[in-house]
């Protein structure tokens, strides 16, 4: 009968499920709504240095003085783009070739053993990073690069670069791993060794995955604060010659992070270095959307598969 | 079919001579790699590197003369003269460098010094350097020769360099690992972990530090699990396409990508304004951050539920929110599961987004009715605390504390991070659909 099917309990239902539809429709939006306040608070705060120092004096200046009101990027800009290549090639030197290892050559024992261990290596917290660059690598590279101080560019590349292989070689396999199987076994078909077919097709076609982790890791790397304050010196000036990569210097998050305590709320010091957040956000953010735009482009491109 | 077929009378020279070179070079690069870290002595190492390099030198050239006069139609070599001068030419830049070494050319204490660079390479540095490209350039040589210049070789020195460079990476992650433990583990004691810290870090524990990461990231799961479980549901139950869940999509990935110091700056811009530097500041960012893994994972694992059991559920003339209820949440879970056990191990493990919200205390978390933290009040943190011991270790030592907080932290994350592998590895075998 109709108004059984209609009975209260129903409609009660039916208000209830539109309830949690609504109150789940919330929890959604809410990423939406943190995403533009950290937008928001972070330009709020980074604009008035812009006003008040002028955008070309701030990002092409070549001085950061807080205690002369002289907030030029240009050291930190050219210091983390040093940071971020040393530790980009290590990485890649190092994380590539370990992803090919577990995708073609290891033996499924040898994968089952390194694939969880590396997924547990790119769980240790940046600080223990920063530990081990402080009390082992900053003193190694001291002494047998005879410098004043190990705590150089060179230290917070290499601490980035070994930090990050774990990570390299997850998303480098991943992208090795969902090249159809197709594709490898016509190239072994047609008489290619394994290393040809690699070279030819796997890694071909795994470009645009491995592309879109280098640039991911270049968000990575950029946006690491921890390990490379405690190695970097923090000394933010450009390098003379501006490849010295024994030089101390200072990246974008290694100043926010070692200045932000002694700046007082308010004052220019604190207001530019929220325009430092700003402008790393900012990067940060183009970077990934680059790296969402690779892979939407590689799903449809293996959608077949 | 000559060519692949290795006769017993050219087996000496084709296979056994390069062999020999193949292990000198192998022999020169572990120890030009290991030189310089464990400083070993460096006139023996010298002395030592001047007969591989001699040695090899006189392998690769007999056995490429020997080969060749072997069985000349065999040796893809003799047709192309290229070959021929390159292995001449490498065989002669090792007997120049033996030389150079072994004439005492160079002043030991010779060292470069470029204009304007803070650093000086040393002739120990350089040379070791010279044997490890030496080394690599013996290796293809002698491998080169072994195969008979086919295509075979090149395919075995790239197994090669890519099995070398993945052992490699393992020992240096296992190195960083083995470290800590081994380091820590003399800190490690009952009133260490049962004590707070005194005199800025020199004596004491670290119960303190523990108990606030404690709380910290419980209220940080505690805020981020409701919000991004949902909003993992709405995206992958309930919206199937549309702008709101393509603009939630965007969001999720932009903040995915957000460095952990930015959350920091807008803690310090938003949240300690209203709140005060406290425990309830610290753990909205932490939630804050862990909130697009969280998402992600949620809506990975709903991908994994098959849609026969949610069009089941329908048939049976359940609603949707009952279907995800008593369906779709339950088969879901170990993978919601494990993306919550990750978030809150990275939570654990992060410095920066709250290094301006806690504080170095040794004071234990106040409590109200005993057992519910009073959220308004600053607490410390084990990250935070092992950065201010990092900042303290030059005027005093606490290294050992440093070592023991270390391990305790990296124990901690790593014990989550492992329940969580083995929560994912256990429901996957026993799962299937």
């Given at each position: 009968?109709?108004?059984?099917?209609?009975?209260?309990?129903?409609?009660?239902?039916?208000?209830n499920a539109r309830f949690i539809e609504s109150l789940l429709f919330l929890t959604a939006i809410s990423s939406i709504v943190f995403m533009l306040l950290v937008f928001y608070y972070l330009a709020d705060n980074g604009i008035q240095t812009f006003r008040s120092f002028g955008v070309i004096d701030l990002i092409f200046g070549h001085k950061?003085?807080?205690?002369?009101?002289?907030?030029?990027?240009?050291?930190?800009?050219?210091?983390?783009?040093?940071?971020?290549?040393?530790?980009?090639?290590?990485?890649?030197?190092?994380?590539?070739?370990?992803?090919?290892?577990?995708?073609?050559?290891?033996?499924?024992?040898?994968?089952?053993?390194?694939?969880?261990?590396?997924?547990?290596?790119?769980?240790?917290?940046?600080?223990?990073?920063?530990?081990?660059?402080?009390?082992?690598?900053?003193?190694?590279?001291?002494?047998?690069?005879?410098?004043?101080?190990?705590?150089?560019?060179?230290?917070?590349?290499?601490?980035?670069?070994?930090?990050?292989?774990?990570?390299?070689?997850?998303?480098?396999?991943?992208?090795?791993?969902?090249?159809?199987?197709?594709?490898?076994?016509?190239?072994?078909?047609?008489?290619?060794?394994?290393?040809?077919?690699?070279?030819?097709?796997?890694?071909?076609?795994?470009?645009?995955?491995?592309?879109?982790?280098?640039?991911?890791?270049?968000?990575?790397?950029?946006?690491?604060?921890?390990?490379?304050?405690?190695?970097?010196?923090?000394?933010?000036?450009?390098?003379?010659?501006?490849?010295?990569?024994?030089?101390?210097?200072?990246?974008?998050?290694?100043?926010?992070?070692?200045?932000?305590?002694?700046?007082?709320?308010?004052?220019?010091?604190?207001?530019?270095?929220?325009?430092?957040?700003?402008?790393?956000?900012?990067?940060?953010?183009?970077?990934?959307?680059?790296?969402?735009?690779?892979?939407?482009?590689?799903?449809?491109?293996?959608?077949?598969? | 079919?000559?060519?692949?077929?290795?006769?017993?009378?050219?087996?000496?020279?084709?296979?056994?001579?390069?062999?020999?070179?193949?292990?000198?070079?192998?022999?020169?690069?572990?120890?030009?790699?290991?030189?310089?870290?464990?400083?070993?002595?460096?006139?023996?190492?010298?002395?030592?590197?001047?007969?591989?390099?001699?040695?090899?030198?006189?392998?690769?050239?007999?056995?490429?003369?020997?080969?060749?006069?072997?069985?000349?139609?065999?040796?893809?070599?003799?047709?192309?003269?290229?070959?021929?001068?390159?292995?001449?030419?490498?065989?002669?830049?090792?007997?120049?460098?033996?030389?150079?070494?072994?004439?005492?050319?160079?002043?030991?204490?010779?060292?470069?010094?470029?204009?304007?660079?803070?650093?000086?390479?040393?002739?120990?540095?350089?040379?070791?350097?010279?044997?490890?490209?030496?080394?690599?350039?013996?290796?293809?040589?002698?491998?080169?020769?072994?195969?008979?210049?086919?295509?075979?070789?090149?395919?075995?020195?790239?197994?090669?360099?890519?099995?070398?460079?993945?052992?490699?990476?393992?020992?240096?992650?296992?190195?960083?690992?083995?470290?800590?433990?081994?380091?820590?583990?003399?800190?490690?004691?009952?009133?260490?972990?049962?004590?707070?810290?005194?005199?800025?870090?020199?004596?004491?524990?670290?119960?303190?530090?523990?108990?606030?990461?404690?709380?910290?990231?419980?209220?940080?799961?505690?805020?981020?699990?409701?919000?991004?479980?949902?909003?993992?549901?709405?995206?992958?139950?309930?919206?199937?396409?549309?702008?709101?869940?393509?603009?939630?999509?965007?969001?999720?990935?932009?903040?995915?990508?957000?460095?952990?110091?930015?959350?920091?700056?807008?803690?310090?811009?938003?949240?300690v304004p209203i709140f005060g530097v406290s425990l309830v500041v610290g753990s909205i960012i932490l939630g804050l951050m862990n909130l697009p893994t969280i998402i992600l994972t949620t809506q990975e694992s709903l991908k994994s539920v098959p849609n026969s059991l949610r069009e089941g559920s329908a048939a049976l003339g359940a609603t949707?929110?009952?279907?995800?209820?008593?369906?779709?949440?339950?088969?879901?879970?170990?993978?919601?599961?494990?993306?919550?056990?990750?978030?809150?191990?990275?939570?654990?493990?992060?410095?920066?987004?709250?290094?301006?919200?806690?504080?170095?205390?040794?004071?234990?978390?106040?409590?109200?009715?005993?057992?519910?933290?009073?959220?308004?009040?600053?607490?410390?943190?084990?990250?935070?605390?092992?950065?201010?011991?990092?900042?303290?270790?030059?005027?005093?030592?606490?290294?050992?504390?440093?070592?023991?907080?270390?391990?305790?932290?990296?124990?901690?994350?790593?014990?989550?991070?492992?329940?969580a592998i083995i929560i994912r590895n256990h429901y996957r075998k026993k799962v299937s659909w």
């Amino acid at each position: 009968m109709p108004q059984k099917a209609f009975g209260d309990k129903t409609i009660w239902r039916l208000y209830n499920a539109r309830f949690i539809e609504s109150l789940l429709f919330l929890t959604a939006i809410s990423s939406i709504v943190f995403m533009l306040l950290v937008f928001y608070y972070l330009a709020d705060n980074g604009i008035q240095t812009f006003r008040s120092f002028g955008v070309i004096d701030l990002i092409f200046g070549h001085k950061w003085n807080p205690y002369n009101n002289l907030f030029g990027m240009m050291p930190l800009l050219v210091n983390t783009l040093l940071v971020t290549t040393l530790a980009l090639f290590i990485n890649m030197l190092i994380g590539i070739p370990l992803a090919i290892y577990l995708a073609e050559y290891a033996s499924p024992g040898e994968k089952g053993i390194l694939k969880p261990a590396i997924d547990l290596l790119n769980g240790v917290p940046s600080i223990i990073y920063g530990l081990l660059g402080v009390i082992i690598l900053v003193p190694y590279l001291q002494d047998s690069f005879d410098m004043i101080t190990g705590r150089s560019i060179l230290a917070g590349g290499i601490v980035l670069g070994i930090m990050f292989i774990p990570f390299m070689a997850t998303i480098c396999e991943d992208a090795l791993h969902n090249v159809p199987h197709e594709f490898k076994e016509g190239s072994m078909a047609l008489g290619a060794t394994k290393w040809q077919t690699i070279r030819n097709i796997t890694l071909p076609a795994a470009s645009s995955g491995i592309s879109s982790a280098i640039i991911l890791n270049v968000g990575n790397i950029v946006g690491e604060t921890m390990a490379v304050l405690l190695v970097v010196g923090n000394i933010p000036k450009i390098p003379t010659p501006v490849v010295d990569i024994f030089d101390r210097g200072a990246t974008f998050t290694s100043i926010i992070a070692g200045q932000m305590g002694e700046a007082a709320a308010g004052s220019h010091h604190f207001h530019s270095l929220f325009a430092v957040g700003l402008i790393l956000l900012v990067l940060v953010t183009i970077l990934s959307v680059i790296a969402d735009q690779i892979n939407i482009r590689i799903k449809k491109r293996f959608g077949g598969y | 079919m000559e060519t692949s077929i290795i006769q017993p009378k050219d087996l000496y020279g084709k296979f056994l001579l390069p062999s020999l070179a193949f292990l000198a070079s192998a022999l020169m690069f572990l120890s030009s790699i290991l030189a310089l870290p464990i400083q070993m002595d460096v006139q023996l190492i010298f002395k030592f590197w001047e007969a591989l390099l001699l040695s090899s030198a006189i392998l690769l050239s007999v056995s490429a003369f020997r080969a060749a006069r072997g069985n000349p139609t065999s040796i893809q070599m003799i047709k192309d003269p290229k070959k021929i001068r390159f292995l001449i030419v490498d065989i002669l830049l090792l007997l120049t460098i033996f030389l150079i070494s072994f004439a005492e050319l160079i002043d030991p204490k010779f060292a470069i010094n470029f204009e304007g660079l803070d650093a000086t390479f040393s002739y120990e540095m350089i040379y070791s350097l010279i044997i490890f490209a030496s080394s690599i350039l013996i290796a293809k040589d002698s491998i080169d020769l072994i195969y008979s210049y086919h295509q075979r070789g090149r395919e075995v020195l790239i197994v090669l360099y890519i099995r070398l460079f993945a052992i490699i990476a393992i020992l240096i992650l296992g190195l960083i690992f083995f470290t800590i433990l081994y380091k820590g583990i003399g800190a490690i004691s009952w009133e260490f972990l049962s004590q707070p810290h005194s005199k800025l870090g020199r004596e004491g524990g670290i119960v303190t530090c523990i108990e606030g990461t404690f709380w910290a990231v419980l209220i940080a799961t505690l805020v981020s699990a409701p919000l991004g479980i949902g909003s993992g549901i709405y995206l992958h139950e309930y919206s199937k396409s549309g702008r709101i869940s393509r603009l939630v999509t965007i969001a999720v990935s932009c903040l995915n990508g957000v460095p952990s110091i930015v959350y920091g700056l807008f803690g310090l811009a938003l949240l300690v304004p209203i709140f005060g530097v406290s425990l309830v500041v610290g753990s909205i960012i932490l939630g804050l951050m862990n909130l697009p893994t969280i998402i992600l994972t949620t809506q990975e694992s709903l991908k994994s539920v098959p849609n026969s059991l949610r069009e089941g559920s329908a048939a049976l003339g359940a609603t949707k929110w009952q279907t995800v209820q008593k369906i779709i949440l339950p088969s879901a879970m170990s993978g919601i599961l494990t993306g919550l056990i990750v978030s809150v191990a990275r939570a654990a493990g992060e410095t920066a987004p709250i290094m301006w919200i806690v504080v170095f205390t040794a004071a234990p978390v106040e409590k109200i009715y005993g057992f519910i933290p009073d959220v308004t009040q600053p607490v410390n943190n084990l990250c935070f605390h092992l950065l201010q011991l990092i900042y303290f270790m030059g005027a005093w030592n606490v290294e050992t504390n440093a070592w023991g907080t270390a391990l305790v932290l990296l124990g901690l994350v790593l014990a989550m991070n492992l329940i969580a592998i083995i929560i994912r590895n256990h429901y996957r075998k026993k799962v299937s659909w």
